[in-house]
C-alpha cells in the first residue's frame, strides 16, 4: 500500500482517486472546498493549491501528486494557471513525490491527421501557449534531474458525472436531445469527426501513471472511443432515448463573435474553434500497448452519460452529478 494525493475533487479526481483506493492505496483528496469525503477510503482535505508549503506538507511521504486541477474561470488561465503549477511542481520535487499532469489537446494547435504524442507542439492561442510552457517548465526540472513528471492529454468529454461547460458534448448535444431542446452548436462543422474522451478514462490513466515507472518523462494519450461527429451523437442520443434524429445546426461564426463581446467564455471559444471545424482526432494506440488499456466501449459512455442526464444518480460508478473536471 502507498499514498498518493489527488489536487482537485471534479470528477477527474475523483475518478482517479476511486482507481487508487480500488487498488488498495491510501488517497488524499484536496480541493478548496473539501469535498470527495463521500468516496470510501479517500482523505478529503481542504486547501489551497497555490501554496507551495500548504502543498508540500500534504504531499510528503506520497508516491505521487497528481494534478487534476482547473481554474474555473476559462477566460482567466493566463493569471489562474501558472502559481498552481507552479506550487504543486514545487511540491513534487520539495518531496520527491512524482508529478502526474492532467491535461489537453491545446499545445497541438491545428493538425492535418490523427494526433499522436510524437505530435508537433504549435499551439495556435494563448491558451494553448500556457499549456506547452507549463509542460516544458516540468520536464525541464525533471531534465535536471529535481522532480519526475508525466502528462496524460485528454480530448474533450464525456461521460457521466459532468456538466455545465466541462463538456460541450453534453452541453450543446446530449442534453438537448434527452430534453428535447433544440440542438444550435456554437462552434463547428456538425459532420466532421471530432475524438470525445469518457471522464473516466482519464482518471484510470492518471492513476495507472502514477503507479507505473514507465511513464515518467514524456506524455500519454487518454484511451478515447473512434472519433463521431456531433450529428452522429445527437442521432444515437436520439435513438437511446426513443425519438427520430433531430436537427443539428451551427450558429454562423459571426454571430458567436458577436455574442463573446458580451459572454468572455464565448470569445474564447474562437481559440479552439479549428478543434471542430475540421477533423479532430486523438490516436491513443501507444498508451493502449504500454498499459493494457482500452477506452471504455463508446457505447457503454453514451448510454452512461444519456442516463446520469436523464437521473444524476441514475448511474453507479459516477463521481457525481454536475461536478466540473478538467475542459479538454
Request: hydrophobic share 45%; proline share 7%; no cysteine.
Amino acid at each position: 500500500m502507498a499514498r498518493y494525493v489527488v489536487m482537485g475533487a471534479g470528477a477527474v479526481g475523483q475518478n482517479t482517486a476511486k482507481e487508487l483506493v480500488a487498488v488498495g492505496h491510501e488517497v488524499r483528496l484536496v480541493s478548496r472546498s473539501g469535498r470527495g469525503g463521500h468516496l470510501p477510503g479517500v482523505e478529503a482535505v481542504a486547501a489551497d493549491a497555490t501554496d507551495v508549503d500548504r502543498v508540500t506538507e500534504l504531499t510528503r511521504g506520497a508516491q505521487a501528486l497528481v494534478n487534476a486541477l482547473n481554474p474555473p474561470d476559462y477566460s482567466a488561465w493566463e493569471r489562474d494557471w501558472p502559481p498552481l503549477a507552479a506550487a504543486l511542481l514545487g511540491a513534487a520535487e520539495r518531496t520527491g513525490a512524482g508529478l502526474v499532469v492532467v491535461g489537453n489537446l491545446y499545445g497541438y494547435g491545428r493538425v492535418d491527421g490523427p494526433m499522436t504524442e510524437q505530435t508537433a507542439l504549435h499551439p495556435n492561442g494563448h491558451k494553448g501557449a500556457l499549456r506547452v510552457r507549463m509542460w516544458q517548465e516540468a520536464l525541464a526540472a525533471q531534465d535536471a534531474g529535481r522532480v519526475r513528471v508525466t502528462e496524460l492529454r485528454a480530448s474533450d468529454y464525456t461521460g457521466p458525472g459532468i456538466g455545465g461547460r466541462t463538456s460541450m458534448l453534453q452541453e450543446l448535444v446530449v442534453t438537448p436531445v434527452v430534453k428535447r431542446r433544440p440542438v444550435w452548436l456554437l462552434v463547428g462543422d456538425p459532420d466532421a469527426p471530432h475524438s470525445w474522451t469518457d471522464v473516466r478514462d482519464t482518471g484510470r490513466l492518471a492513476a495507472v501513471l502514477a503507479q507505473d515507472e514507465r511513464s515518467w518523462g514524456r506524455a500519454w494519450h487518454v484511451p478515447s472511443a473512434p472519433a463521431r461527429s456531433m450529428r452522429q451523437v445527437a442521432a444515437e442520443v436520439a435513438a437511446l432515448v426513443g425519438r427520430g434524429a433531430p436537427a443539428v445546426r451551427a450558429i454562423p461564426a459571426p454571430v458567436v463573435t458577436a455574442m463573446g463581446l458580451a459572454v468572455p467564455f464565448l470569445r474564447e471559444l474562437a481559440e479552439t474553434r479549428h478543434q471542430f471545424d475540421r477533423p479532430f482526432v486523438l490516436d491513443s494506440s501507444e498508451t493502449e500497448r504500454v498499459f493494457g488499456m482500452a477506452p471504455t466501449p463508446w457505447e457503454q459512455t453514451l448510454a452512461d452519460t444519456v442516463a446520469s442526464v436523464q437521473d444524476p444518480a441514475a448511474v453507479p460508478g459516477a463521481a457525481g452529478s454536475g461536478i466540473s473536471a478538467t475542459a479538454a
